[in-house]
Structures are given as structure tokens and as C-alpha cells.
């Protein structure tokens, strides 16, 4: 045997050896490491079921909260709706419209009242866009702000299930 073959062996022999030396140390540690993680996946476990239950018992305080703030909310922004120019436009513009409604209805229960032809017209509406167009826009900022939330409930949840007291 050539001393090149020897040298090679003899290096891989000691590398076998240093090997078999490393694997129970390495064995040993795969193990800790699978064991850690095994606890700290029981551990989170058991603060999102600490967490829920918590949660389950003040979600209706919570959501009555929102539900008040909501309402509270709604009352001004009738108050503020009400204040706006173009708004009591458009009020007294739809009153004039069911106005002309009345005006109509008398006009026809006097014609049948007098047993004459009902020439009368019937009342035309026409939708009024403005409405759909700012429940959309509201639809839409709301969604997203309840968006959110929904992250912030998400984190504080996670938050908890991630501390470590």
C-alpha cells in the first residue's frame, strides 16, 4: 500500500473515530432541541387556551362597548349630517318631491271622489345616487378600519400566546 493510500486511511479512521465521539453529543442535543420544542409548542398551546377562555368571558362587554361607542358615533354624525348645507338641500329637495306626492293623491281622490276620468298622473321617483355613493365610500372606510382591528385583536392574542412571564 502506497503511503498516499495509507495516509488517507488513517486519516479517515481518525475522522471515524472523532465521529463516533461527536454523535452522542450531537444525538444528545437533536434530542434537547426536539424536546424544547416540544415544550414551547405546549406551552403556546396552553396560552391560546388561557387566552380564548379569558377572551370568551369578556367578549360581550367588549362587543357592547363597540355596540355603544357605535351608537354614540351614529347620533353625531346625524347631528353633523343634519348641520350641512348640502345636505338640508338635498332634504328639502326629496320633501318637495313627497310634497308633489300628496298634491298628487288629493288631485286623484278628488277625480274619483267626483266620479271623473283619472287623468292624474302617478308620482315618478328617481333614485337618488348620492345616497349609494356614500354608503359605499362608508362601507368601504369601515371595512377597513375593521380590517384592522381584526389585526390588532390577531396580535394581541398572538402577544400573549408569545410571552413568556
Not at 481518525?14 to 415544550?39: F, I, N, T
Not at 288629493?106 to 328617481?126: H, K, M, N
Amino acid at each position: 500500500m502506497s503511503t498516499d493510500v495509507s495516509k488517507a486511511a488513517d486519516k479517515l479512521a481518525k475522522l471515524r473515530a472523532q465521529a463516533d465521539r461527536l454523535a452522542g453529543p450531537v444525538a444528545d442535543a437533536e434530542a434537547a432541541l426536539v424536546a424544547a420544542q416540544e415544550a414551547e409548542q405546549a406551552r403556546r398551546a396552553e396560552r391560546a387556551v388561557e387566552y380564548d377562555r379569558t377572551f370568551l368571558k369578556t367578549w360581550t362587554a367588549q362587543a357592547a362597548e363597540r355596540s355603544d361607542r357605535g351608537n354614540e358615533l351614529h347620533a353625531e354624525f346625524l347631528e353633523l349630517l343634519s348641520a350641512e348645507p348640502w345636505f338640508q338641500a338635498c332634504v328639502a329637495h326629496r320633501a318637495e318631491r313627497y310634497k308633489r306626492e300628496k298634491i298628487l293623491t288629493a288631485a286623484q281622490s278628488a277625480q274619483a271622489a267626483l266620479g271623473d276620468a283619472l287623468t292624474i298622473p302617478e308620482q315618478r321617483w328617481y333614485d337618488l345616487r348620492i345616497i349609494e355613493d356614500i354608503t359605499t365610500a362608508v362601507d368601504n372606510a369601515a371595512t377597513a378600519l375593521g380590517a384592522a382591528y381584526a389585526k390588532e385583536l390577531e396580535a394581541t392574542r398572538n402577544a400573549f400566546i408569545e410571552a413568556t412571564d
